[in-house]
């Protein structure tokens, strides 16, 4: 019989390993997709994975109950993305763009012809600042307040990164697709 994940709570905050195991086997699947789309590879995904799951286990007892326990890991496992972003943030500045391209009806179009596998490929490829703000944005619905008090940047920073993330991935999209679309 499949253990609930409050029963699994509570046995891995009792040390049960099997318990640990189960839960592990559970998720990490789930938040497999948050890693990868956080990190510039797939070992630095691993290493978000596995460190989101060392702070799940260390902090479940402090899990209350309010909302749901699988959106108070995933929240952890965003929270321990944006700490390994700030922890491997080079102190080199990413290269400024000079020139914005402007939104064509192309661009969606291309979009929507991507797989899955070669647009998150296009968002490992972003310089981290770019990356890291456009899946807090984008992808986990936060606010540009919500990414500078995450990220220790302003308001406004947070504005052009995801500026200059979209300008990056419709730059990469016509190169694949081409100019003359």
């Not at 997709?33 to 702070?55: H, T």
């Not at 052009?160 to 697709?177: D, G, V």
């Amino acid at each position: 019989m499949k253990r609930s994940d409050e029963e699994l709570r509570v046995l891995c905050i009792k040390g049960d390993g099997n318990a640990q195991n189960e839960l592990y086997r559970r998720y990490a699947p789930k938040f497999w997709g948050i890693c990868l789309r956080y990190a510039k590879n797939r070992m630095s995904a691993e290493d978000i994975l596995q460190e989101g799951f060392i702070r799940i286990f260390t902090y479940l007892d402090r899990f209350e109950n309010k909302g749901s326990f699988e959106g108070w890991m995933r929240r952890t496992m965003v929270n321990t993305a944006i700490n390994y972003y700030k922890k491997n943030l080079s102190t080199a500045r990413e290269a400024e763009y000079h020139e914005y391209m402007s939104e064509k009806s192309n661009d969606a179009d291309a979009l929507s012809s991507l797989s899955y596998q070669e647009l998150l490929n296009l968002v490992q490829k972003m310089p981290n600042g770019y990356r890291t703000v456009f899946n807090l944005y984008i992808i986990e619905g936060y606010s540009h307040r919500d990414i500078a008090d995450s990220l220790n940047i302003s308001e406004n920073t947070s504005k052009s990164q995801l500026s200059r993330a979209r300008a990056y991935l419709q730059m990469q999209i016509r190169k694949i697709y081409g100019e003359e679309r």
